[in-house]
């Protein structure tokens, strides 16, 4: 099939980019979105341009690292029938003939490096706060001395099963990464042994969240609409109640 | 386990290492469970178990389909708790392009800031690489995108050897390729192995058919068949090279691939081969099979556009791991001292073939338990103080790394650095993959050779080195994929005998299995660098069994 | 990518500074980084805000005893008397009326300050105006996404309906002072009027609709599907309530079937 591509082009260090039309030919709807867009940069480089630059790593939506807005949506979550990262859209999910908007995840929390790509830190200095268990390499207890009932730790699964894309921020109206955050603190939450730190977390966690420059979560749920992992807005709800009763908690206290 | 792993290996792997590996095991779960990582739980609490490939006992615990991604999510948060505890210091896209050796030891290395381009050596006491494999030899892989050789080999030129470059583990539930411009493969869980039964059609003329339209007679459940015993859950050498003598015979299924053989002969051939949950839904219902293997039906769905709810899989064989890595002795520290390699960098514990979920298992447990063992007791003995950045081993090294990037700049070619990788890929997996014979392999050899001679003449590297330049990683990567590969070949073709991953095609027993030589070949091959276009040196360390007896391995 | 460990000598160098954490600010407590939190002011506006819609309700109901037939307008004055002297002689007259206004504005200027600040924030935060050239939503309805904008018309409005009925500087239909049910019906017999108030309680409806919603999702409540489904349905009934609650009167009062 024909696109026409309209890709969003920022050089490394410049304040503005813009949106530079090409035309590609040629593609197979069995092709991934990355896959169409390295034809597209084999294309480039043979006529001697440079070839647009975006991550990429597993290719499988397991690792988070690519992620760019594909006509107004995250990860093309519009284009496609199932919740996906960018890497595992497809070019079926496309027609012959149509027009695509490539831009990178936007928010003042994740600058642009270059063309699509994005610094994500931020979310790793959020993880920084408090998104782990305090446990020195071989002072771990049995793992069977601690028992986990199936179905909270299940819940405990379904929020760790964030990969840290960031597609909640960039498709949150107000920038906001309070899914990340919340996924990560809902994922401690479940288990037994993320109890001893759960209210210091969840505050210090928040305020790395605040302190990176993220906006705040109004409950609008685009979110929780883009997200590769299916993270849902229950996750922001505990989030806040939690960080509501750590108020009334002294910091190393599970209960008051 | 420490048996299984040996056997599994294919008698290849180091005793010693396997035993430690298999002790500290149950401290890795241990380990994980209590860093948050949300292992399966029974009602009862007790974390779960299942089986998986190559093992007849359900004793691996696990999480969902992604137990390796969660295990890397818990070390993740492990480790920024060390960044803000201030031991750890990251480097987000920093690539390391060359080790600064001073009289013999490895003090540092000098690394790409790939953001802006700017090369700084950074010098240290001791040097760790945990940087995975090079499975992307092949260009074609599961291996992510980003994963090369470039550390491992830069050590390697500077000194270090090189064990066992020709082990490559070719992973049999894999999405098959789709057309050219695939970039990338998509490994399955080998899970689905566990309920899914891999079949294919009795006749050659069945395979165009809609599966579901081929009667159960008319079906080759060719595993269950072979290996009665084992059925669906050989080993991955195993599985994979049967699906590959099926599509040989002309019984794959999924569309038809032109393909060139070695004579130079053009032929139609299917490349893949059913797994079927069909059984598995009537027998667990279809919610049953969704709870257990739910995303992975999504992801594959996804991919192919169809539901293996309703119609088998396709699978072939992927590239997915390589055992082989740079060689490491007990204290997983290489020929160069105070250079030590981790995970499916080095090449230690696996042998000839690895089994299921221990690749993690390899990774965590050297990275927890054995390196700030085996480190501090180096550490002991080595502190000469901060190596300055004016020294001349580090200028050196800072010198030969700009160079390069250089050298790659300015040939400004005709042809993308992609063009190449794809045909470097073409030649290993054609030669080199699950099958090698002597003469396929000479013949690679002298391709790869032409090819690098042309990547140096005619590649086209765009951009500047001071900026965020993909093709220009993509492009040094490269180089020392060419001369891995070379190195990969002349393993290969040294190693006249076959076991596990590496399939000398005239050294089979009548019903095609793998013979071992051990009298002649029950050793690592260390292989020494002996600079550029020289011919690499074969040391030679033997494998000593103590604990478990030497036998052909047999899955029936 | 390598991974560099420094060790031996001196051993401070393991310890050097990890990333810098620019961002974060040592000089406050935990618990003070939470209080100043956008999930604590959240919190507040979740807070005030219910505690509007529970005003807005108990005004709803006064509103409609002009609807009761045969002595409805009394009881609407008596209820407007008895808001004024509540508690009395417990307490001075108009004391708890005061009180009552005194909370409400607080709440008002709480719910008000935050919202502000958040948004001024939230738009730091997508870096302004025309982020993506092309922008497509999926979830969030129009109203949530507008609450500002429906926030500040809302302001606007209370301003002018307490000028009009509590201080009766701006009056409509009458000259000076009157019976308050007087204020109400003449008021609207004019239709203009009946369409710039239906404009507004739409508007305070749908601020509502989305507001109910989110100040449950806020304050924690939503812990499942089930309970994100039966927040949705009460939000969309008290949107409902507000809205022909307090239309009911006016449109009657057009109509007709309430007079003086």
């Not at chain 2, 299984?4 to 241990?30: C, F, H, P, Q, W």
């Not at chain 2, 965020?468 to 990969?488: I, P």
Request: charged share 20%; aromatic share 10%; proline share 4%.
């Amino acid at each position: 099939m024909k696109l026409t591509l309209k890709i969003w082009r920022q050089a490394r260090g410049a304040a503005q980019g813009k949106l530079v039309d090409y035309k590609i030919d040629n593609v197979s709807e069995d092709m991934s979105f990355l896959e169409m867009l390295d034809q597209l940069n084999e294309e480039l480089t043979a006529a001697g341009e440079e070839p647009v630059a975006f991550d990429s790593d597993c290719r499988e939506g397991i690792c988070g690292t690519c992620g760019v807005v594909i006509n107004g949506t995250a990860h093309g979550r519009g284009n496609s029938p199932v919740p996906t990262t960018t890497c595992q859209l497809h070019m079926r999910s496309f027609h012959d003939g149509d027009t695509i908007t490539i831009e990178p995840w936007k928010a003042k929390a994740f600058p642009v490096l270059k063309d699509l790509v994005v610094d994500r830190t931020a979310l790793d200095r959020v993880i920084q706060a408090g998104g782990f268990i305090s446990v020195n390499t071989g002072a771990a207890p049995d793992a069977h001395s601690l028992l986990a009932p199936k179905l909270q730790s299940d819940r405990a699964f379904d929020n760790a099963t964030c990969i840290g894309c960031g597609a909640c921020v960039a498709a949150c109206p107000n920038a906001s990464a309070m899914l990340f955050t919340s996924a990560k603190v809902t994922h401690l939450l479940n288990l037994p042994q993320g109890q001893p730190e759960r209210f210091l977390r969840v505050k210090n966690m928040v305020g790395q969240h605040d302190a990176e420059g993220f906006g705040n979560c109004t409950n609008i749920g685009e979110c929780s609409a883009v997200c590769p992992k299916g993270i849902q807005l229950e996750s922001i709800s505990t989030l806040n109640r939690d960080l509501v009763w750590s108020l009334f908690r002294k910091d190393g206290f599970t209960v008051a | 386990m420490f048996y299984d792993t040996v056997k599994g290996g294919d008698y290849r792997a180091r005793e010693t290492n396997v035993y430690r590996l298999a002790s500290v095991s149950g401290n890795i779960i241990d380990q994980c469970v209590a860093q948050g990582v949300p292992f399966a739980r029974e009602y009862g609490g007790l974390l779960d178990t299942r089986s998986f490939g190559g093992v007849q006992v359900q004793r691996t615990f696990y999480a969902r389909g992604q137990t390796g991604q969660q295990l890397l999510i818990g070390a993740y948060q492990a480790l920024e708790r060390q960044v803000a505890a201030g031991t750890v210091q990251m480097f987000a896209r920093h690539e390391m392009l060359e080790l600064i050796v001073k009289n013999g030891v490895a003090r540092g290395i000098v690394a790409r800031d790939m953001v802006t381009g700017e090369v700084t050596p950074y010098t240290a006491d001791a040097v760790v690489l945990a940087t995975g494999g090079y499975g992307n030899v092949f260009f074609l892989s599961t291996n992510a995108m980003g994963c090369n050789v470039t550390a491992g080999w830069r050590a390697h030129r500077k000194g270090a050897y090189f064990g066992n470059p020709c082990y490559t583990q070719i992973h049999p539930t894999c999405i098959p390729v789709h057309g050219d411009n695939q970039s990338k493969l998509t490994l399955m869980s080998e899970s689905l192995r566990n309920d899914g039964r891999i079949w294919v059609p009795k006749k050659a003329e069945d395979c165009s058919k809609d599966p579901r339209q081929i009667p159960e007679e008319d079906r080759d459940y060719y595993l269950e068949r072979i290996y009665p015993s084992f059925g669906n859950l050989v080993p991955r050498d195993i599985a994979s090279r049967q699906a590959k003598n099926m599509c040989d015979e002309g019984r794959g299924v999924g569309p038809v691939i032109k393909e060139v053989d070695a004579d130079g002969q053009e032929h139609e051939v299917r490349r893949g081969v059913y797994l079927d949950f069909s059984d598995a839904i009537s027998r667990l219902g279809k919610a049953g099979v969704e709870a257990k293997y739910g995303n992975l039906f999504d992801m594959y769905k996804q991919i192919t556009a169809e539901d293996p709810y309703e119609v088998p899989m396709r699978i072939y064989p992927a590239v997915h791991y390589t055992m082989g890595g740079v060689w490491v002795d007990y204290d997983l520290e290489t020929t160069i001292p105070g250079l030590f390699v981790a995970g499916e960098a080095n090449f230690s514990d696996h042998g000839a073939n690895r089994l299921g979920a221990s690749a993690l298992m390899q990774g965590l447990a050297d990275g927890y338990f054995v390196l700030p063992n085996t480190i501090n007791d180096y550490l002991a003995d080595h502190h000469d103080g901060k190596l300055p950045d004016n020294d001349p081993a580090v200028v050196e090294a800072v010198n030969a790394t700009k160079a390069q990037i250089d050298r790659l700049l300015s040939i400004k070619g005709s042809r993308t650095v992609d063009s190449f990788h794809k045909e470097l890929g073409h030649i290993m997996w054609e030669y080199c993959g699950m099958a090698r014979s002597e003469e396929g392999l000479k013949k690679a050899v002298g391709m790869i050779r032409e090819l690098k001679k042309e990547f140096w003449r005619d590649v086209n590297v765009t951009g500047v080195a001071e900026d965020l330049n993909q093709t220009l990683e993509r492009a040094g990567r490269l180089v020392d994929f060419f001369e891995l590969g070379e190195l990969m070949c002349i393993d290969a073709l040294h190693r006249r005998e076959s076991c596990g991953g590496h399939f000398r095609v005239e050294y089979q027993t009548e019903e095609g299995e793998a013979m071992r030589h051990d009298d002649e070949f029950a050793y690592v091959a260390a292989w020494e660098y002996a600079g550029e276009g020289g011919k690499p040196i074969l040391h030679k360390e033997p494998l000593v069994y103590k604990a478990i007896e030497l036998k052909q391995r047999s899955y029936k | 990518m390598g991974v560099l460990i420094g060790a031996a000598g001196p051993p401070i160098r393991l310890l050097s500074v990890a990333t810098k954490l620019v961002t974060r600010d040592s000089s406050r407590t935990a618990n003070n980084r939470a209080v100043h939190s956008t999930v604590f002011r959240k919190v507040l506006m979740a807070v005030t805000g219910l505690f509007l819609i529970l005003f807005l309700l108990m005004h709803m109901f006064g509103n409609l005893k002009l609807l009761i037939p045969d002595g409805g307008l009394e009881e609407f004055d008596e209820y407007s008397h008895y808001l004024r002297m509540f508690l009395y002689p417990v307490l001075p007259p108009k004391f708890f009326l005061w009180v009552f206004r005194l909370v409400l504005l607080l709440c008002a200027v709480v719910h008000i300050e935050a919202a502000t600040r958040l948004t001024f924030r939230d738009y730091d935060a997508r870096m302004g105006m025309g982020r993506y050239l092309k922008q497509r939503y999926l979830a969030g309805s129009f109203a949530a996404r507008t609450m500002i904008w429906s926030g500040i018309i809302i302001l606007v409005g209370v301003i002018f309906h307490l000028l009009q009925f509590t201080t009766q500087t701006i009056t409509v239909g009458y000259l000076g002072s009157v019976a308050p049910h007087l204020r109400v019906i003449l008021g609207f017999q004019h239709w203009w009027l009946v369409l710039l108030y239906a404009f507004w309680v739409g508007l305070v409806s749908f601020h509502v609709y989305h507001g109910f919603y989110s100040a449950f999702c806020t304050l924690g409540a939503r812990v499942g599907a089930f309970s994100a489904k039966v927040i949705k349905i009460c939000s969309v009934i008290v949107a409902l309530l507000v809205f022909f609650g307090f239309m009911a009167s006016p449109l009657a009062i057009l109509f007709g079937l309430v007079t003086a």
